[in-house]
């Protein structure tokens, strides 16, 4: 039983690896403009990258055509306006188009906006 969970884990940890995600600061203030680096292994099946900006109170994400493994491996995205909150950044390659099974997925490290609505870190 416990190889079994230790297959899962390894088999996790490599479709985890083919997409990640990351911004270039840790807190920023609001209204802010924050610019997402996504970083994918290409492959035949990727048709889709969803990125989202997922926020204790507020949530904006989008969506790009992938080309299989003819994509750029680099993409950087940007998010404006992002309200205070504490956010995460997920990305998520996806099969076929936006409705496709999510074959890769990522979560960035959070990422402080602060404003004079919240006190203090919202991340912490």
Not at 32 to 56: N, Q
Not at 63 to 87: D, H, K, M, T, V
Request: aromatic share 6%.
């Amino acid at each position: 039983m416990m190889s079994a969970f230790v297959v899962a884990i390894v088999l996790l940890a490599l479709v985890e690896s083919r997409v990640a995600v990351n911004t270039n600061v840790r807190y920023h203030p609001a209204p802010a403009t924050v610019y997402v680096t996504v970083r994918i292994d290409p492959r035949d099946e990727d048709r889709w990258l969803d990125v989202a900006a997922e926020g204790t109170t507020h949530r904006q994400a989008t969506g790009r055509q992938l080309e299989g493994a003819g994509s750029a491996r680099i993409r950087q995205i940007r998010f404006n306006e992002l309200p205070a909150g504490c956010y995460e950044f997920v990305a998520e390659i996806r099969q076929r188009d936006e409705d496709g099974p999510v074959v890769a997925r990522a979560v960035s490290a959070p990422l402080s906006v602060y404003g004079v609505e919240i006190e203090g870190d919202p991340c912490a």
